[in-house]
RNA sequence: GCCCCGGUAGCUCAGUUGGCAGAGCAGCGGACUCUUAAUCCGUGGGUCGCAGGUUCGAAUCCUGCCCGGGGCACCA
């Protein structure tokens, strides 16, 4: 896996050789590292996907050598853009008209490497064998890769070597990039899957706002915070769990539809499917309901998936997951009477620690309080079964301190949550703005702190101030977004759709070897001397 | 925190019952003017994750540790 460079001099041989051809295009006077500006004709893949129109002409193209054949006074290249692929023929007389075939020779065979980013000028034309290519007359090294770019040899799909070890490809994910196409592709899906979320958003009219992620007070959220400090007031701060008392207050402001992509952190376990950051969408709309919210939520994801990836039918594993259905709703308590046959409200506490007992929950005892039991009950036995889009309604009240109260059952909320996969994807209430109801509940959740549940929301004065003021009746909604782009791109391991996830930091020198620079600053008669 | 699997050349990996540490690619030298995993000839390259132990002898067996991956638990 990860090896140990710890003598310097014991540099592998691939990156001596290019260190030793940067010293020596510097002592001839061609700059490794200029500063340019590339009239590029275009991108690779456009070019080759009408060459018929380029065929004949001169183009100009920049990249980076993957691949490099020899073959005496011919040689081919392929120089990869960010759109793909293009073959470079170069010909010794024609790169090297006149008599001094240096450039040739020594530049184009010798000192030219795999990893290289260079630019050439030449006409386009079809070798032999069909390929598109560019007859080189021009080449210009634009920067020197001092380090061997483990650039697989590819044909027909199947990689002879490249980057395969998870844990360099997410700590060097520049690699990971550049050697793997399908997970620069990948980060483009999930570029276009929030694209097509705002799209959706904004042209229902909401505003995209960013509120701070620095609280003096976290909430909105289960979950235990990163703590930081402000020197200049000597305060303690926390990085947001959530931005859902921030936006909930921005609708008190005279707003009616505002969400944010929000950044949360949590201090919390890393797995495959928890960053210590993560982005979370909230959305908050004034005058709705959770039913409303929840036919929002299947119209918008639908879309999404339709716009972003042109299909609303998503494999995930082993499973086809249909977003264009109808979703399927049911209700917490409910399926939960149904896979147990008891209303859980009504069992006494060791009773409901037996039940818990005998569907895996593993020290249920230890838990604080009924609701969570019933919770882990639940994520035991009824969510892994829920593969389609399925949406959950009604949670008992304890278990949603933000939540209005249902309509019709005191004891539950107006809560849903989207299962899909058989893990949570979506979270929405129709949103608590009785002020004496909020003020109730941060009460109890003041107390489960005080009892050891560490992750009880603080109480939040300011909120509740706030919520005083005058709430208008909303509806408010949460998506992990990371979750989405696993299920719409068939990824288990929500470090594969972060660019840059959360790693235990080691010495770059025990994965990568040092350059020998001082190579670089030896005289130049130092070998002679020797 | 627990269980399973793994760590061997720059990269991807093989390594038999314990018996001289290997291949392909990359590198270096050479040949080659339509190749595309180019080909051919030659060649350098290793703290076998770390530390102990067993043994005449350990990449291989045992113990501990480090790191990673997967699973469980934790995490609405």
Same mark, same amino acid.
């Given at each position: 896996?990860?090896? %140990?460079?710890?003598?310097?001099?014991?540099?592998?041989?691939?990156?001596?050789?290019?260190?030793?051809?940067?010293?020596?295009?510097?002592?001839?006077?061609?700059?490794?590292?200029?500063?340019?500006?590339?009239?590029?004709?275009?991108?690779?893949?456009?070019? %080759?996907?009408?060459?018929?129109?380029?065929?004949?002409? /001169?183009?100009?193209?920049?990249?980076?050598?993957?691949?490099?054949?020899?073959?005496?006074?011919?040689?081919?290249?392929? +120089?990869?853009?960010?759109?793909?692929?293009?073959?470079?023929?170069?010909?010794?007389? #024609?790169?090297?008209?006149?008599?001094?075939?240096?450039?040739?020779?020594?530049?184009?065979?010798?000192? *030219?490497?795999?990893?290289?980013?260079?630019?050439?000028?030449?006409?386009?034309?079809?070798? %032999?064998?069909?390929?598109?290519?560019?007859?080189?007359?021009?080449?210009?090294?634009?920067?020197?890769?001092?380090?061997?770019?483990?650039?697989?040899?590819?044909?027909?799909?199947?990689?002879?070597?490249?980057? /395969?070890?998870?844990?360099?490809?997410?700590?060097?994910?520049?690699?990971?990039?550049?050697?793997?196409?399908?997970?620069?592709?990948?980060?483009?899906?999930?570029?276009?899957?929030?694209?097509?979320?705002?799209?959706? *958003?904004?042209?229902?009219?909401? +505003?995209?706002?960013?509120?701070?992620?620095?609280?003096?007070?976290?909430?909105?959220?289960?979950?235990?915070?990163?703590?930081?400090?402000?020197?200049?007031?000597?305060?303690?701060?926390? +990085?947001?769990?959530?931005?859902?008392?921030?936006?909930?207050?921005?609708?008190?402001?005279?707003?009616?539809?505002?969400?944010?992509?929000?950044?949360?952190?949590?201090?919390?376990?890393?797995?495959?499917?928890?960053?210590?950051?993560?982005?979370?969408?909230? *959305?908050?709309?004034?005058?709705?309901?959770?039913?409303?919210?929840?036919?929002?939520?299947?119209?918008?994801?639908?879309?999404?998936?339709?716009?972003?990836?042109?299909?609303?039918?998503?494999?995930?594993?082993?499973?086809?997951?249909?977003?264009?259905?109808?979703?399927?709703?049911?209700?917490?308590?409910?399926?939960?009477?149904?896979?147990?046959?008891?209303? #859980? /409200?009504?069992?006494?506490?060791?009773?409901?620690?037996?039940?818990?007992?005998?569907?895996?929950?593993?020290?249920?005892?230890?838990?604080?309080?009924?609701?969570?039991?019933?919770?882990?009950?639940?994520?035991?036995?009824?969510?892994?079964?829920?593969?389609?889009?399925?949406?959950?309604?009604?949670?008992?009240?304890?278990?949603?301190?933000?939540? %209005?109260?249902?309509?019709?059952?005191?004891?539950?909320?107006?809560?849903?949550?989207?299962?899909?996969?058989?893990?949570?994807?979506?979270?929405?209430?129709?949103? +608590?703005?009785?002020?004496?109801?909020?003020?109730?509940?941060?009460?109890?959740?003041?107390?489960?702190?005080?009892?050891?549940?560490?992750?009880?929301?603080?109480?939040?004065?300011?909120?509740?101030?706030?919520?005083?003021?005058?709430?208008?009746?909303?509806?408010?909604?949460?998506?992990?977004?990371? /979750?989405?782009?696993?299920?719409?791109?068939?990824?288990?391991?929500?470090?594969?759709?972060?660019?840059?996830?959360?790693?235990?930091?080691?010495?770059?020198?025990?994965?990568?070897?040092?350059?020998?620079?001082? *190579?670089?600053?030896?005289?130049?008669?130092?070998?002679?001397?020797?």
């Amino acid at each position: 896996m990860i090896r %140990k460079f710890m003598f310097p001099e014991e540099t592998p041989a691939p990156i001596l050789s290019r260190v030793e051809a940067l010293r020596e295009l510097k002592e001839l006077g061609i700059n490794p590292y200029p500063a340019v500006n590339i009239e590029k004709s275009g991108d690779i893949a456009q070019i %080759k996907e009408n060459f018929e129109k380029w065929e004949g002409k /001169r183009v100009i193209l920049a990249g980076r050598i993957t691949a490099r054949r020899i073959m005496g006074k011919t040689t081919f290249m392929d +120089l990869m853009d960010e759109s793909g692929k293009m073959q470079l023929y170069i010909n010794r007389d #024609v790169l090297c008209p006149t008599e001094d075939k240096f450039l040739y020779n020594r530049f184009v065979k010798k000192l *030219l490497d795999i990893g290289d980013f260079i630019s050439v000028e030449g006409e386009a034309f079809r070798t %032999k064998t069909g390929e598109p290519s560019v007859k080189v007359e021009k080449i210009i090294l634009l920067a020197k890769a001092l380090r061997p770019v483990p650039l697989g040899k590819e044909k027909e799909g199947q990689k002879f070597s490249a980057l /395969r070890d998870p844990e360099l490809r997410y700590r060097q994910r520049y690699l990971d990039l550049l050697v793997n196409k399908e997970v620069r592709e990948l980060f483009k899906t999930r570029t276009r899957i929030i694209n097509a979320i705002r799209q959706y *958003l904004d042209s229902h009219g909401y +505003l995209e706002v960013e509120t701070p992620i620095l609280h003096t007070v976290y909430g909105g959220a289960h979950a235990r915070p990163f703590v930081t400090h402000l020197n200049a007031l000597d305060l303690t701060l926390y +990085l947001r769990i959530a931005d859902e008392l921030h936006l909930k207050r921005l609708l008190i402001g005279g707003y009616e539809g505002v969400y944010e992509f929000s950044r949360d952190f949590r201090n919390e376990g890393i797995d495959r499917t928890h960053n210590p950051e993560f982005t979370m969408l909230e *959305l908050y709309v004034a005058y709705k309901d959770y039913y409303w919210m929840a036919d929002f939520t299947e119209a918008m994801i639908r879309n999404v998936a339709q716009q972003a990836l042109g299909t609303t039918q998503v494999t995930y594993g082993e499973h086809t997951i249909d977003f264009g259905k109808q979703w399927h709703r049911i209700r917490f308590l409910e399926a939960l009477k149904e896979e147990t046959g008891k209303d #859980v /409200r009504n069992l006494s506490d060791s009773q409901l620690l037996e039940l818990a007992e005998k569907v895996g929950v593993e020290n249920p005892e230890k838990l604080p309080g009924r609701f969570k039991i019933i919770e882990k009950i639940f994520g035991k036995i009824v969510e892994p079964q829920l593969l389609q889009p399925t949406f959950v309604f009604d949670f008992p009240i304890e278990m949603s301190p933000l939540a %209005k109260r249902h309509r019709e059952d005191p004891t539950l909320t107006e809560r849903f949550e989207v299962i899909v996969a058989g893990f949570e994807l979506c979270n929405a209430y129709t949103e +608590l703005n009785d002020p004496y109801d909020q003020r109730q509940r941060f009460e109890w959740q003041r107390k489960a702190k005080a009892e050891g549940d560490e992750e009880a929301m603080p109480y939040d004065e300011d909120f509740i101030v706030a919520m005083e003021y005058g709430m208008p009746p909303m509806a408010g909604l949460g998506v992990g977004i990371d /979750r989405l782009v696993m299920l719409l791109t068939n990824q288990h391991a929500i470090q594969e759709v972060i660019l840059f996830p959360l790693m235990r930091p080691k010495p770059v020198e025990e994965y990568a070897p040092s350059i020998p620079y001082h *190579l670089l600053e030896e005289p130049t008669d130092a070998k002679d001397a020797k």
